[in-house]
């Protein structure tokens, strides 16, 4: 008697916060554009039309914990070197990550990065059939190609190559849980012998949860090379964990669910900063 009355306490708790979830559904006002109004910054509205739910807001708090946030630079106030980012290499062989990204996205990033530190950034879009002669001479650590294809133009000022190389891209760990009520509201619906037992039952029967997380470990490295000479200036490995996860509950038919986590996108780029802000710190 005393399990079933925890169990009909935990459902009847159960219930009322996800009666209370599904209550908060309908739209709201939406705060957001008045407050970036004020501020000054540009307002933009929200045409979903759950804008200012319960399910709005949870989904907004994960979405803004893995939004772009610039790095504030160590050194930012210190003028860089001029530099040129090279397409670097994805030596990862999940098929995922290479699927998703190219050399182009991550060196995208770098240039964006480096820029946001203070550094003088030759764009690789500026640079036409050269950026392949500079790829290729610095990859093979060819002097004689690599200063003569820097005495053009703009490029006698760069002091340094740098690129970015994925080295690991892997899920190493997943975890699942749940629970699914079938079992044991069939038995108390045998053992109770009452239409209250019976109903309850019924109710315990009813709950399902589940609950699922995969971590992911990226690792990027950095290289620095010397434009003139083809040496390597410096190297840094770094490496971040990614997780994603998902959740799901039901109960006498109300139903709740969520997935998320950091992207690949966001995960490279959070990897270049940490590399940025280590090139800016060490190397400036």
Not at 9 to 37: D, R, Y
Not at 58 to 66: E, F, P
Request: glycine share 10%; charged share 20%.
């Amino acid at each position: 008697m005393r399990t079933q009355r925890f169990v009909i306490s935990f459902i009847a708790v159960t219930l009322s916060v996800l009666m209370t979830g599904c209550m908060e559904t309908a739209p709201k006002a939406n705060p957001e554009p008045q407050a970036a109004a004020t501020s000054g910054a540009p307002a933009f509205g929200n045409p979903s039309p759950t804008a200012g739910s319960s399910t709005s807001a949870k989904a907004n708090a994960a979405a803004d914990a893995a939004a772009y946030k610039e790095v504030e630079y160590k050194n930012i106030k210190k003028k860089g070197p001029a530099l040129i980012v090279i397409p670097g290499d994805i030596k990862s062989a999940h098929a995922t990550f290479t699927q998703k990204f190219s050399p182009n996205n991550i060196a995208d990033f770098g240039e964006l990065e480096l820029s946001q530190a203070n550094f003088t950034v030759l764009e690789r879009a500026n640079l036409g059939h050269l950026l392949n002669e500079i790829t290729l001479a610095y990859n093979l650590g060819n002097v004689a190609a690599a200063r003569k294809t820097m005495q053009v133009g703009k490029l006698k000022t760069t002091k340094w190559i740098v690129k970015f190389d994925i080295l690991k891209a892997e899920q190493i760990a997943s975890n699942t849980k749940g629970f699914d009520g079938r079992a044991i509201g069939g038995l108390i619906s045998n053992l109770s012998g009452s239409r209250a037992g019976s109903a309850t039952g019924q109710v315990v029967g009813s709950v399902q949860t589940g609950e699922a997380s995969g971590v992911w470990l990226v690792g990027m490295r950095y290289k620095i090379m010397n434009a003139n000479t083809t040496e390597q200036v410096a190297q840094g490995y770094k490496e971040l964990k990614m997780e994603v996860g998902a959740t799901s509950s039901s109960v006498m038919g109300v139903s709740e669910s969520a997935k998320g986590g950091v992207g690949l996108d966001t995960m490279v780029q959070r990897l270049v900063q940490t590399a940025v802000w280590d090139i800016d710190a060490k190397y400036k």
